[in-house]
């Protein structure tokens, strides 16, 4: 998976195939450099909003497609994950 090859291509990186990189040393690199990580996200940290920026971005060219068909909610998915934005940002932006 993505996330593997990630991992084992910082691990290379950071020890040089070496000891020294287990679960925990990953965990580390993926928090924020404010926290003393290396900011490095993973598949499942940018899922979600990944999602929601693709439905987003062509949201105005999907309503002009289907303003005259019955199809007019962008879905539960979209729900569901806008849900999951704005309760880890702590906002109702959108």
Known sequence: ???MALRS???RIVTASGPGFGDWQWRL??????F???GVYSVGDVLNYAFLASRLQFAGLQT????HTSVVS???IFDDALSVFNTSMETDLL
């Open 74 to 76: 962008p879905g539960p």
């Open 1 to 3: 998976s993505f996330d």
């Open 9 to 11: 291509s910082l691990e």
């Open 64 to 67: 002009k497609l289907l303003r």
């Open 29 to 34: 690199s993926t928090l924020p450099f404010a």
């Open 36 to 38: 003393g990580g290396l």
